[in-house]
């Protein structure tokens, strides 16, 4: 029973996260409607930006489950179920792009490091959720690290996305104004 008395001395913290993945996955969508063409023809763009957003979801939801009055096994139940949908996610992509082309994930911005990083916090946050299964205060440490964790790595990504396609957008600006030179 002690977890249950110190989860709402985090309560504050949960409120701060999930109005940041709240805000995060709203500029997101405005970002990418903004970039649609661009994000829609490249594959790895389209599945990142997807990702991104599902890992969004998973710690709006998170939050949501804190902030939510209910028994401290039930918590640990349903965390450990979203950071397993999360994990089956990112692994389905990791896999995908290492199968077909990973030089095409490489030159995207998608690097294994960014992958197993993501991994990394959605095994921790199975762990966590253990813990809060357990009744463990522990388990507080690890889902709210894993929850950073993902946070700041949709953060990073959407950047490294978003650089990608102002890459792609100079790059075919400057191969339209080449074409009109050589016209006249």
């Not at 008395?5 to 504050?12: G, I, K, S, T, Y």
């Not at 082309?101 to 762990?127: C, E, K, P, V």
Request: glycine share 8%; with cysteine; charged share 15%.
């Amino acid at each position: 029973m002690e977890t249950t008395h110190q989860l709402e001395a985090w309560r504050d913290l949960y409120v701060m996260l999930g109005t940041s993945s709240a805000a995060l996955l709203g500029l997101l969508y405005v970002v990418t409607s903004l970039h649609l063409d661009e994000i829609v023809n490249n594959a790895v763009y389209r599945t990142r930006a997807r990702s991104n957003s599902l890992y969004l979801i998973v710690t709006l939801v998170e939050a949501a489950l804190f902030l939510t009055p209910q028994p401290m096994v039930t918590l640990g139940l349903t965390i450990i179920v979203v950071n397993v949908l999360g994990l089956s996610v990112n692994v389905r992509n990791t896999c995908r792009i290492l199968c077909k082309n990973w030089s095409i994930g490489q030159h995207d911005g998608m690097t294994l490091y960014r992958a197993f990083s993501f991994m990394f916090s959605f095994l921790l946050g199975i762990g966590g959720g253990a813990g809060l299964f357990a009744d463990s205060s522990w388990g507080l440490y690890l889902v709210t690290t894993s929850y950073v964790v993902l946070l700041v790595g949709a953060a990073l990504n959407a950047w490294s996305i978003m650089l990608g396609v102002g890459q792609t957008e100079e790059a075919e600006k400057t191969s339209r104004r080449t074409t009109r030179k050589a016209r006249s």
